[in-house]
T-cell receptor
Framework: KAGVTQTPRYLIKTRGQQVTLSCSPISGHRSVSWYQQTPGQGLQFLFEYFSETQRNKGNFPGRFSGRQFSNSRSEMNVSTLELGDSALYLC??????????FGPGTRLTVL | AQSVSQHNHHVILSEAASLELGCNYSYGGTVNLFWYVQYPGQHLQLLLK??????LVKGIKGFEAEFIKSKFSFNLRKPSVQWSDTAEYFC??????????FGTGTRLTVIP
């Protein structure tokens, strides 16, 4: 089975812009979770989607949003980018809560 | 608020030394516990997990972890580390509300 894929792998944006990141889960996995990884903060949970519905949400501002399509692919959008949004954004898919499979991440740099 | 604490931010060991990485969590209900590892340039991958039963769980590559409920801890151990164990290790807790909380990670450097 192909693993979780994320596009793009690297992205450079400027403050105020918006960005959309994409995640394709492992075939058959209906749950997709998003995390922000920064040095010193570890992985912070953004949100989780299951069957096109947001099932869980972390403590991030409304500038961070997401959606899931009928084929389980998911997108994450960040509007009005701030310097502090620079991070590695990880997507993970799972069939159940037993284990999450992570993608390689999208490295976002905000200048 | 629920949290996961990994007190060791960076651990440096020589090959063959024993390893113990601490993980404590604050959540009073039933939890499922995980250790994930991120090797340089690679994806996060599951090392081991605890759901129920024997509190001493064994994972891949000789790692094990012990769940001590009274101490809210799930420490990771390996009797003899290798250079290839150099990586970042993350403890994670899945609460009854199906929220997965990660610790800030511990970077392990093994010197040959």
């Amino acid at each position: 089975k192909a693993g979780v894929t994320q596009t793009p792998r690297y992205l450079i944006k400027t403050r105020g812009q918006q960005v959309t990141l994409s995640c394709s889960p492992i075939s058959g996995h209906r749950s997709v979770s998003w995390y922000q990884q920064t040095p010193g903060q570890g992985l912070q949970f953004l949100f989780e989607y299951f069957s096109e519905t947001q099932r869980n949400k972390g403590n991030f501002p409304g500038r961070f949003s997401g959606r899931q399509f009928s084929n389980s692919r998911s997108e994450m959008n960040v509007s009005t980018l701030e310097l502090g949004d620079s991070a590695l954004y990880l997507c993970a898919s799972s069939f159940s809560y037993n284990e999450q499979f992570f993608g390689p991440g999208t490295r976002l740099t905000v200048l | 608020a629920q949290s996961v604490s990994q007190h060791n931010h960076h651990v440096i060991l020589s090959e063959a030394a024993s390893l113990e990485l601490g993980c404590n969590y604050s959540y009073g209900g039933t939890v499922n516990l995980f250790w994930y590892v991120q090797y340089p340039g690679q994806h996060l991958q599951l090392l081991l997990k605890y759901f129920s039963g024997d509190p001493l769980v064994k994972g891949i590559k000789g790692f094990e972890a012990e769940f001590i409920k009274s101490k809210f801890s799930f420490n990771l151990r390996k009797p003899s580390v290798q250079w290839s164990d150099t990586a970042e290790y993350f403890c994670a807790v899945l609460t009854g509300a199906n929220n997965l909380f990660f610790g800030t990670g511990t970077r392990l450097t093994v010197i040959p």
